[in-house]
Nanobody
């Protein structure tokens, strides 16, 4: 059964850094595009970043561009999100997701599998 498990969330001060990870139990991990989404209290889930199947291509939301970096290790079936210069507005539950379709999709409807989420809290 396909499963995504996030880890590495926590509490960090504004301006700090955090790296979250997602371990995927997917038989053909490198056939999936991997994305990160987030949902803050009272807000809709929003796209954060996506990496293509080989790891050579990425796409970011404007709000995180230049601060966050998505990467993947196909040998370890793991995707990462390095978050630098964190702001209180980055506080949210961060979800890992896998899409079998598309090149670098930002639409959550195109994703097939989702993790349970990891909480990231940025204090001011």
């Amino acid at each position: 059964q396909e499963q995504l498990v996030e880890s590495g969330g926590g509490l960090v001060q504004a301006g700090g850094s955090l790296r979250i990870s997602c371990a995927a139990s997917i038989r053909t991990f490198n056939s999936y595009v991997m994305g990160w989404f987030r949902q803050a209290p009272g807000k809709e889930r929003e796209f954060v970043a996506v990496v293509n199947r080989s790891g050579s291509g990425t796409r970011y939301a404007d709000s995180v561009k230049g601060r966050f970096t998505i990467s993947r290790d196909n040998a370890k079936n793991t995707v990462y999100l390095q978050m630098n210069s964190l702001e209180p507005e980055d506080t949210a539950v961060y979800y890992c997701s896998a899409a079998g379709r598309g090149v670098l999709p930002w639409n959550a409807d195109l994703y097939d599998y989702w993790g349970q989420g990891t909480q990231v809290t940025v204090s001011s």
